[in-house]
């Protein structure tokens, strides 16, 4: 995936050069886009083609991090943004569900090698 943080567009870029800097397929993008309607929209050509600016570029990546990276649902990223969106909340005061994961995996494994008294330090 291309880094995009750094880069300015002046021109808007059409869907499928925005899906290749974002690194999924177009109709991820346009499935998103319907998904997260709240959060992100694009422009539209006169002949109904979407471009794509900056701030845009910036939503989807901010949508792919929690999809992809943090492992959120569609519906616990949508909960997420719209807290944020709202001043709720930021995803900086929310463990990601993966580290959840991990860390209740550590907790039962840890549990599990006690009850087969089995020390945690032979295993890990």
Known sequence: ????????????IG???TARLIGVASHTVRYWEKEFDFFLSAERTEGRQR???????????????????????IAGARRLLRREMAGETSA??????????DRITRMIRAELLEQLSIPVRDVI
């Not at 880094?3 to 021109?11: A, P, S």
């Not at 471009?51 to 649902?73: A, H, M, N, Q, T």
């Open 1 to 12: 995936m291309e880094t995009i943080q750094n880069k300015w567009f002046e021109e808007k």
């Open 92 to 101: 900086d005061e929310l463990p990601a569900p993966r580290e959840t994961v």
């Open 51 to 73: 471009r794509y600016g900056d701030d845009s570029l910036k939503k989807l990546r901010r949508i792919y991090r929690l999809l992809k990276e943090e492992g959120y649902s």
């Open 15 to 17: 869907i499928g050069e």
